[in-house]
């Protein structure tokens, strides 16, 4: 390769690393934004936050819903990362939902996006990436019988998620360690969600809510 295009080939990967850069720091900040201001969050007070102009913001994300559905595709994405990494189905079950929830408060603020901006985000994904590995573990509890079976899972993943959720806030607020928080809310939620007597008699779960 000639010097002449090797330096246009490092101009062009130092441009795209410095976009990728910019990208990526307009999102974190867009998500701390939304966090604290929720729907009256401005553009302008997410360029103010990443530390770059109102020009550059719409230069990256032409609008707001553009950065919205951005950011829930990111948040998408390293949520199924994460999943993956926790490598699910060689834990216990019980070990198994510690992993989710640490995955949970890994990725942050992020997270709350899935959880609270359904417009953006595209549900088919989230559950394709996310909810299918997850709802895994939850067949696999009510198998050996470790969840009770009297309710579907649909609707015990529901459950956990809004467990998950106050992990993400107590680790977020130094409350607990992200190990600690996720130790404690998995054995609380199986305390709650362990087979009882007439849990165990009735194998015939409930309909999903839908």
């Known amino acids: 390769m000639s010097k002449k295009k090797t330096e246009v080939f490092t101009y062009s990967t130092m441009a795209t690393t410095l976009r990728d850069h910019i990208s990526t720091a307009i999102l974190d900040a867009a998500a701390l934004v939304l966090s604290a201001k929720g729907d009256t969050a401005s553009m302008e007070d997410m360029a103010s936050a990443a530390g770059v102009g109102r020009a550059t913001i719409y230069r990256y994300f032409p609008s707001r819903d553009d950065l919205l559905s951005a950011l829930a595709d990111v948040a998408i994405d390293d949520a199924h990362r994460r999943i993956m990494e926790a490598d699910l189905e060689r834990a216990t079950v019980r070990e198994a939902l510690a992993r989710i929830i640490r995955a949970v408060v890994a990725c942050g603020i992020k997270f ?81 969600a362990r087979p009882t007597g007439d849990a165990a008699a009735n194998p015939h779960p409930l309909p999903s809510s839908t």
Do not use: C, Y
């Open 112 to 192: 709350s996006v899935l959880t609270s901006d359904h417009s953006h985000v595209d549900r088919n994904r989230v559950e394709r990436l996310i909810r299918d590995p997850i709802q895994a573990v939850f067949r696999r509890g009510q198998d050996e019988g470790i969840l009770r079976t009297d309710l579907t899972t649909d609707i015990l993943v529901d459950l956990f998620g809004g467990l998950a959720k106050v992990a993400l806030q107590i680790a977020g607020d130094d409350e607990l360690g992200a190990e600690e928080a996720s130790a404690v809310i998995a054995s609380i939620f199986l305390d709650g």
